[in-house]
C-alpha cells in the first residue's frame, strides 16, 4: 500500500489539504524551535519565528572550515577553528550556527526520529544562495554511518539529507560512495583530539561504487554539524585514496 506522506508546503491538492488539517487535529505538529502551531509557514515542522532565530552563515566566513568570523576570534588572519589543522577536504560551507534554534532542530530528527524535519532543513538550504552555490554541479556524498547507529535512530539523516537537497534543486545527484568500517560511538563528549583518533581511517571507498569515484568530478561531503571537521576530514580522506582529486564539504550547521 502507498505510504501517505503529508504536505504541508500549500502545493497540495484541496483533498490533501483537507486530510492534512485532519491529521494536524488529531496529531497537531509543533514547530521545533519554538514548540508553536507551524501554520502556512511552507514547512513542515519549523514555524516563521522558528526560522527567524536560525542565524545564517553569510560570506564572511573561514574560507576554509566556514567558520562565521563574528563569531570566532580570528588571530593573525587565521581562524582558531582550524588553523592548527590540516583537512583533506578543500573547503567547507555551512548554513546557520549551531546555537540553541540549530540544535533544537538537529537534536530532534537524530534522537527524537522526527525525520520528516529533514525536508524542510533541505528547503532552506536549497533557498540559499551562497550554501546551494557550494554545491552546484557537485556529487552529493553522505557522511555514512555504521550499520547498527542508522537502525538504532531508524535512518542516516545525512543520507536524507543530501537526498533532499538535490530534490531541492542542489547538487546534481547523490551516491552514497563511502562506509563506515567500525563503530566509533558518540563523539559527542570527546575534545578535537580525542575525536581525530576516534575517527582515523573509521571510513574507506564502498566497494561496488570504487569504480564510479572519477578524478574529474567534485564531490562535496554532507553531514549535519561541523563541530571539529575530523570525520569530514577523515571521509575526505577515504574518496581521496579512491581516486577522487576534488572533494569538498558542506554542513547544516557550524560549531
Do not use: W
Not at 121 to 150: Q, S, Y
Not at 168 to 193: F, I, P
Not at 201 to 214: M, T
Request: with cysteine; proline share 5%; aromatic share 10%.
Amino acid at each position: 500500500m502507498p505510504r501517505f506522506t503529508p504536505d504541508f508546503t500549500g502545493n497540495a491538492s484541496f483533498p490533501r489539504r483537507a486530510l492534512n488539517a485532519l491529521l494536524d487535529v488529531f496529531f497537531p505538529r509543533r514547530c521545533l524551535v519554538t514548540e508553536k502551531f507551524p501554520g502556512d509557514s511552507g514547512f513542515l515542522f519549523l514555524s516563521e519565528e522558528g526560522r527567524e532565530r536560525l542565524r545564517f552563515i553569510g560570506e564572511d566566513c573561514c574560507p576554509v572550515c566556514g567558520a562565521p568570523r563574528p563569531d570566532v576570534a580570528v588571530a593573525h588572519g587565521e581562524c582558531v577553528f582550524c588553523r592548527d589543522r590540516e583537512f583533506r577536504f578543500g573547503r567547507s560551507r555551512s548554513l546557520v550556527v549551531y546555537d540553541d534554534a540549530a540544535r533544537r532542530l538537529i537534536h530532534a530528527i537524530k534522537y527524537g526520529a522526527v525525520h520528516a524535519a529533514i525536508a524542510d532543513l533541505a528547503k532552506i538550504a536549497a533557498e540559499n544562495e551562497i550554501f546551494r552555490g557550494h554545491l552546484d554541479g557537485a556529487v552529493l556524498v553522505p557522511v555514512p554511518l555504521f550499520p547498527t547507529r542508522k537502525a538504532e535512530r531508524g535512518c542516516n539523516q545525512s543520507e536524507v539529507f543530501a537526498r533532499e537537497l538535490c530534490r531541492a534543486g542542489a547538487g546534481t545527484r547523490t551516491e552514497n560512495l563511502l562506509v563506515r568500517t567500525r563503530d566509533t560511538g558518540s563523539q559527542t563528549r570527546l575534545g578535537a583530539d580525542a575525536r581525530r583518533g576516534n575517527v582515523r581511517e573509521a571510513f574507506a571507498a564502498a566497494p561496488k561504487f570504487r569504480k564510479l569515484i572519477s578524478p574529474k568530478t567534485r564531490y562535496v561531503l554532507i553531514d549535519d554539524v561541523f563541530t571539529t571537521g575530523s570525520t569530514l576530514s577523515e571521509c575526505a580522506r577515504a574518496l581521496k585514496k579512491a581516486g577522487a582529486k576534488f572533494v569538498d564539504a558542506a554542513t547544516f550547521a557550524h560549531g
